[in-house]
């Protein structure tokens, strides 16, 4: 009777409790996923934007579409000198974690106070602005764009920032994708060297760039510089919010998946145990022998009784390899059930603090949002894996198998893609009209141009197949002993030899097996990888960017206070600190009236970050000024999410108005100009201009 070996039981043990683990941090994960509005948008504020009160108000209140995350500095008021009035310690207004409530000094002198804010809404994106109120009466007012944060360093913190974010979406696809071809297409890999490195980068990798996105996001979330970094007190901050669990679950998990590769590399990378000594071959002769000395009479009794002990030996055969198989088998499967709830839960730590986590039907979007990561790690970290597999000679059976993982993947991504980008978009204009629409469109080009490569590796797969000679798995071809030549010499047969010795040495390694149809093979899959690191680019900049659905509101209601988005692509004027510019804007309200078409000037001085003079002219098609029922002009900086800054402005005669304009901090500015010709017709033309 034959018995098949089983895993240990310390292998056992290990498997379960890895199981065990990975539940626990998955449904953690899960659990703190709750539906919420994706990107808060400042939606009152107490006083008013741009009001005018007779008494210094005792606190500064702010108000959000939803619940946003506040630190020690998230709201501070600055006087006309550019000295902090509030009382620090900013904190939700009675409960309520949808607001932010700073007290102010008492005995405020008459004056226009400047207000900084900066928050973290649920989706983990940090937003912020500025708007002004004044005591009394309006003032001059010139405010430190140091004490509002340095655009340059939280430049450079956001490029960190953003690449550690890609590097561990390369990581995540490298590890889960590569340790599933192992599992699923050739199990033989995990004993070789390049298959180890290949899984021990993506673990190295992730852990680093998580460490370093987690100590990264304190100072991306408030605009300082790289130095606070190393601050205890913001990581311990940001290990309060959402995305900090997460980073922290992620880490945990990577511990897990310490263990899980180390089972991994010791189970499969073993050499395959031989099936036991066949008994039957002896046996089989004694009866052949005996047939021999039969009479002839009795040859087809023989005959038949030899058929008999053959296939008896066949299937006795078959059953011990099978036995023999066995425990690889088992392994197998154990180590797969880890490894899916293993991605499930590093997924999640991405999708329970990202756009999925918020916004529409967050019940069905974090699912999605998992099978999306699941399937691009399983297409992209998998061509990795069929990298080094063809590299070393892997079989047709080997790459047939990830062909058809690929073409699962791909069709999983096409079906989430799709739910994601009617969820995330809202509409056909956001598609070009936002830059998430814009993106969104470059990832669809590359995603398709990797469809395109992988017809043409499929194409190279059929020929593979097609050729027995080269479907079979290649041993790796060993570099041939030197000979002892000597180095220099005058006899040209040995020189021809010392040649096709050193030939031969040099190709060893590099041709292992790489058959012309095989290096066809490897190049088209290489070029698919390329590709892939395009997208994972390309995915992180999108999950960095406001969706644009909420990209479309958040600029009609721009539009409505009279600024909108500017245009891609269209240069900012640079202006001369300390000298007038003037703006040219045209305008059509389409109305029929004699003021519904015509150009609206603006002129600033002295065009420098702080108090601005403004002036706004609007001269009909024949030159002459003409008056409007309403006007407006506001300023808004894109870059800072700063605005709209509405200017509060003073008739000075037929179509002539001016004011004064706070501009606190340098970038390219937006200016926006509202003009109402009639009760139902009116136009907002906007322009760049960059300040500092």
Not at 652 to 671: H, I, K, Y
Request: with cysteine; hydrophobic share 45%; net charge neutral.
């Amino acid at each position: 009777m034959l018995t098949a070996a089983l895993p240990n039981p310390t292998t056992r043990r290990r498997l379960v409790g890895l199981l065990g683990l990975l539940g626990a941090v998955l449904a953690l994960m899960l659990a703190a996923a709750g539906p919420a509005a994706a990107h808060a948008t400042l939606q009152s504020t107490d006083p008013a934007q741009n009001s005018v009160v007779a008494t210094a108000p005792q606190a500064v209140t702010l108000t959000f579409s939803e619940a946003v995350s506040l630190s020690g500095d998230s709201v501070r008021v600055l006087d006309p000198a550019g000295k902090a009035v509030d009382t620090g310690g900013p904190a939700h207004a009675d409960g309520k974690d949808n607001t932010a409530r700073v007290g102010l000094n008492s005995g405020l002198a008459n004056g226009t106070y400047t207000v900084a804010w900066r928050a973290v809404s649920e989706d983990s994106h940090p937003i912020g602005g500025a708007f002004t109120f004044s005591v009394g009466a309006p003032s001059d007012t010139s405010v430190s764009t140091t004490a509002l944060s340095g655009a340059e360093a939280d430049d450079v913190v956001a490029a960190l920032y953003g690449t550690g974010r890609a590097v561990a979406y390369a990581a995540f696809a490298l590890l889960i994708g590569a340790a599933a071809f192992v599992l699923a297409c050739w199990p033989a890999g995990a004993a070789h060297r390049a298959v180890q490195r290949l899984l021990m980068t993506g673990w190295v990798a992730l852990l680093v760039s998580t460490v370093a996105v987690l100590m990264l996001r304190g100072p991306y979330e408030r605009g300082s510089g790289l130095g606070q970094a190393f601050d205890l007190s913001l990581v311990r901050a940001t290990l309060d919010e959402r995305i900090g669990t997460a980073l922290a679950a992620r880490l945990l998990l990577l511990a897990a998946s310490g263990v899980f590769l180390s089972l991994l590399v010791g189970q499969l990378g073993q050499p395959a145990t031989p099936p036991p000594a066949q008994a039957g071959d002896g046996r089989a002769g004694d009866e052949r022998t005996l047939g021999d000395e039969r009479p002839a009479s009795d040859a087809p009794a023989a005959g038949d009784e030899r058929a008999t002990v053959d296939a008896e030996e066949a299937e006795l055969r078959q059953l011990e390899r099978r036995a023999a198989e066995r425990p690889q088998h088992e392994a197998r499967l154990g180590l797969g059930v880890a490894g899916l709830v293993l991605a499930v839960a590093l997924s999640a730590t991405w999708v329970g603090a990202d756009h999925a986590s918020v916004g529409i039907q967050v019940w069905l979007a974090l699912p999605l949002g998992v099978l999306h990561l699941i399937a691009m790690a399983l297409w992209l970290g998998g061509l990795a894996g069929m990298l080094v597999g063809l590299r070393h000679g892997i079989g047709a059976d080997a790459a047939d198998r990830f062909s058809r993982i690929a073409f699962g993947s791909v069709a999983v991504l096409t079906a989430t893609g799709i739910y994601q980008s009617w969820r995330g978009l809202g509409s056909w204009g956001a598609l070009t009209g936002t830059e998430y629409g814009r993106l969104l469109l470059v990832k669809t080009g590359c995603v398709v141009a990797m469809l395109g490569v992988a017809w043409i590796s499929r194409a190279w797969l059929a020929r593979l197949r097609a050729a027995p000679a080269e479907a079979e798995p290649v041993a790796p071809v060993e570099a041939p002993e030197p000979v002892a030549v000597a180095a220099r010499t005058d006899d040209p047969v040995r020189q021809a030899q010392l040649a096709r010795q050193q030939a031969a040495r040099a190709s060893a390694g590099r041709a292992r097996g790489l058959t012309p149809t095989r290096a066809g093979l490897r190049r088209s899959v290489l070029a698919e990888a390329t590709v892939a690191v395009a997208v994972l680019v390309v995915t992180t900049m999108l999950t960095n960017s406001p969706p644009g659905r909420v990209a479309s509101e958040i600029a009609a209601a721009g539009a409505a206070n009279g600024a909108t988005v500017p245009a891609p692509g269209v240069p900012a004027p640079q202006t001369v600190p300390g000298q007038t510019l003037e703006l040219k804007l045209p305008y059509d309200t389409k109305g029929r009236t004699p003021n519904a078409k015509g150009t609206a000037t603006v002129t600033l001085n002295p065009a420098r970050t702080g108090p601005n003079e403004v002036h706004l002219s609007l001269d009909g098609v024949d030159g002459r000024p003409v008056d409007v029922p309403e006007v407006e002009l506001a300023f808004t900086l894109p870059d800072r999410d700063l605005g709209p800054l509405p200017v509060p402005l003073t008739a000075e005669g037929a179509g002539r108005w001016s004011g004064t304009a706070q501009l606190p901090l340098a970038g390219n500015w937006v200016v926006s100009v509202l003009v109402r010709s009639s009760e139902i017709d009116q136009t907002t033309e906007i322009k760049q201009l960059k300040i500092g």
